[in-house]
């Protein structure tokens, strides 16, 4: 519901112009409990945005050393996979309208958020052979679990999708990288996210929401049971 609004209004935006050309077109934090749909939000806007109607994924997790940024932005010269580039510029340099997801970012080294710094503001990134690409239409969607707790209470008690966004919001500058014990991100890094789209907490799914999603997975597995066997059957919501 609230999630949808947010990024439907934030594309109107795009669509009409009124977003910063130089920055990238979106920027968003999708927190919330595992298993409500951030990823699969993710997924949809790729349909509708990207060129290719593909998702870029990067898994956050891969990234806790501070050298690990070289799997984004490529290896150092010298270095085993230097001649294949960076593949976060690859990305960019094959569809302008990328849409990437960077996943459960709480888990990246803070250092590998250093070239995230200008590209989510300028709107480029340049990978260790000096290859520069525009991130200027792409679309950023970074998923995290802090806060999880505290939204699952403030759901519970009724608490507003606001209340609730800025209560995440406040906890973003506070969270330590595990290993690193320092802060996972960088009051400038926060200040563009939240400028360019900002947090976006995920309610968990009603039922209603979750029989929705039980008739389209029946609808796919209709049509490929169609497709094979030339025949069809029927499900109630029972």
């Not at 050393?65 to 960019?92: C, F, Q, R």
């Not at 709480?106 to 290859?131: C, M, Q, R, Y």
């Not at 707790?149 to 595990?178: C, D, G, N, Q, W």
Request: net charge negative; hydrophobic share 45%; charged share 20%.
């Amino acid at each position: 519901g609230v999630a949808v609004a947010k990024v439907a209004g934030r594309l109107d935006l795009i669509q009409k112009g009124l977003v910063d050309k130089k920055a990238p077109a979106a920027v968003f934090v999708f927190a919330g409990l595992s298993g409500t749909g951030k990823t699969e939000l993710a997924k949809q806007i790729a349909q509708i945005y990207s060129q290719t109607h593909v998702m870029i994924s990067f898994a956050m997790e891969n990234f806790g050393e501070p050298h690990s940024v070289s799997k984004l932005i490529g290896s150092p010269p010298g270095y085993v996979g230097y001649d294949e580039g960076g593949p976060l510029i690859n990305a960019l340099n094959r569809d302008p309208y990328a849409v990437v997801l960077l996943d459960e970012v709480e888990k990246a080294h803070p250092a590998v958020w250093d070239p995230f710094l200008n590209l989510f503001d300028e709107g480029t990134i340049t990978d260790s052979k000096g290859v520069t690409a525009s991130g200027a239409r792409a679309f950023f969607v970074l998923t995290s679990n802090i806060g999880q707790y505290e939204i699952a209470e403030m759901l519970a008690r009724k608490a507003t999708p606001a209340e609730i966004e800025e209560s995440v919001m406040k906890l973003f500058p506070k969270h330590l990288h595990e290993q690193a014990r320092i802060p996972s991100f960088r009051p400038e890094f926060i200040g563009r996210v939240m400028s360019r789209g900002g947090i976006v907490a995920f309610d968990a799914l009603s039922s209603e929401a979750l029989l929705g999603i039980a008739r389209h997975g029946f609808e796919k597995i209709k049509r490929d049971f169609a497709a094979i066997h030339g025949g069809t059957f029927d499900c109630d919501d029972a």
